[in-house]
């Protein structure tokens, strides 16, 4: 998996894509990811005030979209600099002043990230689970940082690429309970039908 300098590196060539065309770049999960959260949201009826945060949010797309939904109290942190250039250009772009960026590193979050009633995480948990340096401990405290920043019986939403729901019920079973499984596009391989991509809902306890 690509350290993090590599990911400023993609940040950093968005950044120069996004000044020269006008384009947010990549979505790296893709426009349905991103619908299957927010119709999530509305379906449960979340307040449009409710404190969300989104942990690893890259070009900052999904907080555009939450915020053109009516959400109001919308945070994205990443721990790559670039990225929350990108995002800040996007929201400019989009004209969402009111939408907060930090650069933060999640496995070491600042005092003042906590009491989100939403955390939402897409590919943030695979990049930090795949890190080839202690990634059993950073799993662990990914799930302690979590814990600090989400409020009890807060919801977090994860769409992840690399774990199967039994795999992931394992590693958020100190805290959290699952309310559901999202739906999510199939794949078939070699005649066997799998899933490429596993989106839960947690309630933290």
Same mark, same amino acid.
């Given at each position: 998996?690509?350290?993090?300098?590599?990911?400023?590196?993609?940040?950093?060539?968005?950044?120069?894509?996004?000044?020269?065309?006008?384009?947010?770049? &990549?979505?790296?999960?893709?426009e +349905?990811? #991103?619908?299957? *959260?927010?119709?999530?949201? @509305?379906?449960?009826?979340? $307040?449009?005030?409710?404190?969300?945060?989104?942990?690893?949010?890259?070009?900052?797309?999904?907080?555009?979209?939450?915020?053109?939904?009516?959400?109001?109290?919308?945070?994205?942190?990443?721990?790559?600099?670039?990225?929350?250039?990108?995002? &800040?250009?996007?929201r400019?772009? +989009?004209? #969402?002043?009111? *939408?907060?960026?930090?650069? @933060?590193?999640?496995?070491? $979050?600042?005092?003042?990230?906590?009491g989100?009633?939403?955390?939402?995480?897409?590919?943030?948990?695979?990049?930090?689970?795949?890190?080839p340096?202690?990634?059993?401990?950073?799993?662990k405290?990914?799930?302690r940082?979590?814990?600090?920043v989400?409020?009890p019986?807060?919801?977090?939403?994860?769409?992840?690429?690399?774990?199967?729901? @039994?795999?992931?019920?394992?590693?958020?079973?100190?805290?959290?309970?699952?309310?559901?499984?999202?739906?999510?596009?199939?794949?078939?391989?070699?005649?066997?039908?799998?899933?490429?991509?596993?989106?839960?809902?947690?309630?933290?306890?």
């Amino acid at each position: 998996f690509p350290p993090a300098s590599s990911w400023d590196a993609a940040y950093e060539r968005e950044l120069q894509t996004f000044q020269d065309i006008g384009d947010a770049g &990549e979505i790296w999960f893709g426009e +349905e990811s #991103m619908v299957r *959260i927010i119709r999530w949201l @509305e379906k449960q009826k979340v $307040p449009l005030d409710s404190s969300v945060l989104d942990i690893g949010t890259g070009n900052g797309v999904l907080l555009i979209e939450l915020a053109k939904s009516g959400y109001m109290n919308l945070t994205g942190i990443d721990y790559s600099p670039s990225a929350i250039q990108l995002s &800040e250009k996007v929201r400019e772009k +989009e004209g #969402m002043s009111g *939408i907060k960026l930090k650069v @933060e590193d999640f496995l070491a $979050p600042s005092a003042e990230l906590s009491g989100f009633d939403i955390c939402i995480d897409k590919g943030t948990f695979d990049a930090i689970s795949l890190n080839p340096d202690n990634a059993v401990g950073k799993r662990k405290q990914y799930v302690r940082s979590l814990c600090s920043v989400l409020k009890p019986e807060g919801f977090f939403l994860i769409t992840s690429c690399n774990w199967t729901k @039994e795999e992931l019920l394992n590693e958020f079973r100190e805290g959290f309970e699952i309310l559901e499984e999202l739906p999510t596009p199939k794949f078939c391989f070699g005649g066997r039908i799998g899933n490429s991509v596993t989106a839960l809902v947690f309630q933290r306890k």
